[in-house]
């Protein structure tokens, strides 16, 4: 199963590009997630990639995948103050049905 | 389509009471999972059930009993509640398919034990 660390606090200018950073351990996962979590609210998922993938793009949200050094990493191009929020990334656990999360990674945007 | 509806929303026991939390879906999902959420701890998972009638221990299990009586409903109970369950409890529901898991949660609830 997936174990997944994560570093807990990023600031940015609102307009400039974030990228958050997640290192994981069980390089036989298949998929590997990123969820959102809003002030009051349950967490979303944002977007996924599979292991036989380097890179994923979606709109605005690039998802990076190096499988030699078990990292990935989340990009916002041109970031909003309504992306502050926490951003986990998450691995299938080892019953094989469940997620194991980081702790999340708090996104701060500046005006 | 309310998705994963948590109720209560927000809830304070004492110590040593009981309480039952509800978490009901309406995506025809086969599994269901509740996990707690603390500062600094991120999320981790308590029980989960793959189908209905089955349940299964997550990470974090002691102190907590679930069942799963019907698809739609996934029951959490504190037996004894102690100030150690203080914590926001989130209920999700996913399916198996392309892309693995995708796990939809709901709003989670708020429990303080005094």
């Known amino acids: 199963g997936e174990d997944v660390e994560q570093s807990l606090f990023l600031s940015v200018r609102e307009g400039d590009s974030s990228v958050i950073n997640c290192t994981y351990t069980?390089?036989?996962?298949?998929?590997l997630y990123w969820y959102k979590q809003e002030p009051g609210a349950g967490l979303q998922l944002l977007t996924y990639?599979?292991?036989?993938?380097d890179m994923k793009q979606d709109q605005r949200l690039t998802v990076l995948l190096n499988k030699k050094d078990k990292h990935l990493s989340l990009r916002i191009a041109d970031t909003q103050t309504g992306d502050s929020a926490i951003y986990f990334c998450?691995?299938?656990?080892?019953?094989?049905?469940?997620?194991?999360f980081g702790k999340g990674t708090s996104l701060l945007v500046t005006p | 389509n309310a998705g994963v509806t948590q109720t209560p929303k927000f809830r304070v026991l004492k110590t040593g009471q009981s309480m039952t939390l509800l978490c009901a879906q309406d995506?025809?999902?086969?599994?269901m999972y509740w996990y707690r959420q603390d500062p600094g701890m991120g999320l981790r998972l308590i029980h989960y059930?793959?189908?209905?009638?089955?349940?299964a221990k997550g990470e974090v299990p002691d102190g907590y009993n679930v069942s799963r009586l019907k698809k739609q409903n996934f029951l959490l109970g504190l037996e004894s509640a102690a100030p150690s369950q203080t914590s926001v409890y989130f209920c999700?529901?996913?399916?198996f398919g392309t892309g693995g898991v995708h796990l939809h949660f709901g709003n989670g609830t708020r429990l303080t034990v005094t």
């Open positions: 059930s793959v189908g209905e009638g089955t349940t």
């Open positions: 069980d390089s036989s996962s298949t998929y």
């Open positions: 999700a529901s996913s399916y």
């Open positions: 990639i599979f292991s036989n993938m």
């Open positions: 998450a691995g299938i656990s080892n019953s094989g049905y469940a997620l194991n």
């Open positions: 995506m025809n999902h086969e599994y």
